[in-house]
């Protein structure tokens, strides 16, 4: 089985965090492959960013793939370049709190996540990409959700442990999203 991955959004929301802590939390706690590409804007804060992630039982042949099984979009400009980059059948995860498009894609799933709304309930509005990474982790469970929250307290709280309380309630916030998006789901099938 292969997971690949394309995070988009503006410098600054924490894009890269969240390819990153799926990478280390797969490489540290499992055996699969794992790639990890980035791409900034020439603008840094701001400009335009995106990752890509695979995760795999089997050697990954290139770290960027053409088409990828999910997208996070956290900005606008992010929709608009990447949702062709998503299979047919795939899923999208979008901050809907921050986008205000709308996907034209009709052979997709779509979950939305009020990531931003819900991390300035929090109390800070740097929490929202936990927010994302849990809806992502509840609805795909490429991955467990307490491993990726110790990576997320090994890896981000090391630098903010003011945040660890925020990003676990960010985190599991979002994960309750995602896990009742799968069910919604599983139900229509």
Known sequence: ?????????????GVMVFG?????????????????FPSYGMEKRGGTSNCYVTISDDPVGAPKAEKASY???????AMDKFQNTLLPGGTM???????TKKTHRTDVDVVEVPAGEIARELGDARVANL??????IGYT????????????????????????????????????????????????N
């Not at 089985?1 to 929301?13: H, K, P, V």
């Not at 709280?157 to 676990?168: M, Q, T, V, Y």
């Open 131 to 136: 927010c994302m990474i849990g809806a992502f």
């Open 93 to 99: 995860f979008v901050d809907s709190s921050v986008c």
């Open 71 to 77: 997208v996070v979009v956290l900005a606008d400009p």
């Open 20 to 36: 990153q802590l799926l990478c280390y939390t797969a490489v540290e706690t499992t055996d699969k492959y794992v790639t990890y």
């Open 141 to 188: 469970q490429v991955l467990p959700p307490e491993k990726v929250l110790a990576t997320a307290f090994k890896k981000v709280g090391s630098k903010r442990p003011e945040l660890n309380a925020l990003n676990e309630a960010a985190f599991y916030r979002g994960l309750e999203i995602g896990t009742a998006a799968r069910g919604r789901k599983k139900d229509a």
């Open 1 to 13: 089985m292969e997971n690949t991955i394309l995070i988009g959004g503006i410098g600054g929301q």
